[in-house]
């Protein structure tokens, strides 16, 4: 397996647009989530996924963020609009049912002008 | 709520000496699990060792162990043999899969630096 994968690596994109993140999961893990790395805030954990459904959302920082998880191999993580304290490494990780170790993607470092 | 508090930001070691990572953590549940994990600079999150809470015995994967100490609440992770490729960002993290929480809980990181 190719493990999780974002996409994409890097984006820079201006206050005010809207920023889509992708990530696929590792074929077969039942769980995804949604991590942004701050220097100031380290990890926190934005959202989770369990079979698609969207199960603790309680990170998410406002209403400009949004997750959607439409099958098992894809998930998007939405900002809109952006703003420049958004700016951030958003990571995406999967895990298995029943398993300890979480499988983290590359992240993807997002840059608001 | 349960909360990791990594006490060094910064760490540095000579190649082929031993370093030891501090890490405490705070919950009210009695079964979880703890987790370093190591983030070179290319950013990517590896496990490196983990611990069960039930479990008494130390964790050990190669030169990586663990000392868990569950009165205390602490989970220091212990590197031997320091190599260069050991340098990067350590985070200490939380689980309590019995609450019924799926969620990994970090701490804020300490970057360890192996110097030649």
């Known amino acids: 397996d190719a493990g999780v994968i974002q996409s994409p690596r890097h984006e820079v994109t201006e206050m005010g647009q809207e920023v889509t993140l992708r990530c696929k999961p590792i074929s077969g893990h039942d769980y995804l989530f949604w991590y942004r790395q701050t220097m100031m805030r380290g990890l926190e954990l934005l959202i989770y996924f369990n079979n698609n459904v969207p199960i603790d959302d309680s990170g998410m920082p406002e209403d400009r963020f949004s997750a959607k998880m439409p099958n098992a191999s894809f998930s998007t993580l939405k900002i809109q609009p952006s703003e420049p304290r958004d700016s951030a490494v958003y990571f995406c990780?999967?895990?298995?049912?029943?398993?300890?170790?979480?499988?983290f993607g590359q992240g993807t470092r997002l840059t608001v002008v | 709520a349960q909360t990791v508090t990594q006490s060094q930001p910064e760490m540095s070691v000579q190649e082929a000496e031993t370093v030891t990572l501090s890490c405490t953590y705070d919950?009210?549940?009695?079964?979880?699990?703890l987790f370093w994990y190591k983030q070179p600079p290319s950013r990517q999150m590896i496990l490196v060792i983990r611990q069960e809470a039930y479990k008494q015995q130390n964790a050990t994967e190669n030169r990586f162990s663990v000392n868990f100490q569950k009165a205390a609440k602490s989970f220091s992770l212990k590197i031997s043999d320091s190599q260069l490729g050991d340098t990067a960002m350590y985070f200490c993290?939380?689980?309590?899969?019995?609450?019924?929480?799926?969620?990994?809980?970090f701490g804020k990181g300490t970057k360890l630096t192996v110097n030649p």
């Open positions: 990780a999967s895990r298995g049912q029943g398993s300890l170790e979480a499988f």
């Open positions: 919950t009210s549940e009695s079964n979880y699990y």
């Open positions: 993290a939380f689980s309590d899969l019995q609450g019924g929480s799926e969620k990994l809980v």
